[in-house]
């Protein structure tokens, strides 16, 4: 995983110190992108794309639906801990987005959103430029309730995480012939980039100085690709990992262009390509036994609406997989990411 036990060990006690104090490492936090971070905000959209029911949840901490795509809690719900939060940023179209709860962050994630503006049409998700326009009104709000020194001051220090391009290749490219008879993988990943880097731009205008970007998970792994793309095969399909890898190495080269370009700026690329790639090549090395199945349904497909309390074969015991349902890791699987995170992270709060 290549993290060691002795620097997780002092960054653990350096946030023991602040959370003693009373104070995280940073003063807000804010979540954009997709199902990987979406805590909630489809549940009030008009959209197929939900997790609001059962067994989604069943392991949170309430033991009830919240809209993750998880049996518990997501790899960005153990970093706000890991950070010294108390809470986690809420969904910003939920109620409890209001007051003062804002002062610490929020989330404006979309499941089914990305990078390419029309998948989340497809999906009628939140698309990243409205995720932007939410993020302005939410600013004004702040601004209302804390004063605009100090509303400045809590968006420069705030730590922004931003997670897309996996339902822009594994929900639209893949499945869409309007797009992969016209573009090559290569071809796509540019057009990605090209809205990553504006969409960094504009952020960063908006006073964001301190953000990380996670890179794509290993596509030809996920259960459901294996299922549609494998061929008859239980083994990761090389085609979508190598698409995975070229985008990653692209947004590598972009980031560290924007890092040249904005002064002041801190960027930290996520790689969590290859974390979870080592966890679904060598299961037992970190406890799991179950890397090929998720653990809802039959564990080969099913996610979102498909993934329901009636789902036939969803395991008891979600701790030995690696993936919850479909696409989306288990929280046990999120706890080792989410630690390699901090790590990777480091620049971001130093």
């Not at 796509?188 to 301190?210: E, H, N, P, W």
């Not at 560290?256 to 090395?285: C, M, R, W």
Request: overall charge neutral.
């Amino acid at each position: 995983m290549g993290f060691s036990s002795s620097l997780l060990g002092s960054l653990v006690l350096l946030v023991v110190v602040y959370v003693a104090h009373g104070q995280p490492l940073v003063p807000a936090l804010y979540m954009f992108g997709d199902s990987v971070v979406d805590v909630g905000n489809n549940n009030h959209l008009i959209t197929l794309v939900k997790a609001n029911f059962l067994p989604y949840g069943r392991d949170f901490v309430s033991h009830k639906p919240t809209g993750r795509f998880c049996n518990g809690k997501l790899a960005t719900d153990l970093t706000a801990e890991n950070l010294g939060f108390t809470t986690y940023p809420p969904a910003y179209l939920s109620k409890a987005a209001k007051g003062n709860n804002l002062l610490s962050g929020a989330n404006f994630a979309s499941a089914s959103s990305g990078y390419y503006h029309k998948t989340a049409q497809l999906y009628n998700a939140i698309s990243l430029t409205q995720q932007l326009e939410y993020y302005k009104e939410y600013q004004r709000k702040v601004e209302r309730i804390a004063g605009k020194s100090n509303a400045s001051s809590i968006f420069s220090q705030a730590i922004y995480i931003l997670s897309a391009g996996s339902s822009d290749f594994a929900q639209n490219y893949y499945i869409n012939p309007l797009l992969n008879r016209v573009y090559t993988p290569d071809q796509f990943s540019d057009i990605l980039m090209q809205s990553f880097s504006v969409f960094v731009q504009k952020l960063y205008g908006l006073g964001a100085r301190r953000i990380g970007v996670t890179t794509l998970a290993p596509l030809g792994c996920l259960p459901a690709s294996i299922t549609i793309y494998g061929d008859g095969s239980n083994q990761c399909v090389a085609r979508l990992n190598r698409d995975a890898v070229s985008f990653n190495n692209k947004l590598n080269a972009t980031a560290q262009s924007l890092l040249e370009n904005l002064s002041g700026l801190k960027l930290a690329v996520f790689d969590i390509y290859q974390p979870l790639h080592d966890l679904i090549t060598k299961p037992s090395d970190y406890g799991f036994f179950e890397a090929r199945k998720a653990c809802c349904g039959t564990g080969t497909i099913e996610t979102s609406v498909l993934c329901n309390s009636e789902s036939v074969g969803t395991c008891a015991n979600a701790t030995g997989y690696v993936f919850w349902d479909g696409f989306h890791p288990t929280e046990a699987a999120n706890q080792i990411i989410a630690n390699d995170l901090l790590l990777q992270g480091i620049s971001l709060i130093s």
